[in-house]
């Protein structure tokens, strides 16, 4: 079955899409959080920031598999395409 999952990792392993904050880019951030507090910030002093970016990535193999065209206006929107 089709399916659009929270995580880039499903699609690898088979699933069609996913679209969801991009894990490099979280991990990133969550860095200069650390930084802040190892320097001595008070972790309740720190914003709460929602992530910036965003990735979509599609797999053609699980397309294809279920006789799925994807327009290739979508593809070139695609961060990851998984031939």
């Known amino acids: 079955m089709p399916s659009m999952n929270e995580a880039s990792e499903w699609v690898e392993a088979g699933g069609l899409v996913s679209y969801a904050a991009s894990d490099a880019d979280l991990f990133r951030r969550a860095a200069t959080y650390v930084d802040k507090i190892l320097k001595g910030a008070k972790p309740a002093d720190l914003p709460v920031e ?34």
């Open 50 to 83: 929602q992530p910036t970016k965003f990735e979509l990535v599609i797999n053609l193999k699980t397309a294809k598999r279920i006789a799925l065209t994807i327009p290739q206006s979508v593809l070139f929107r695609a961060d990851r395409v998984i031939k």
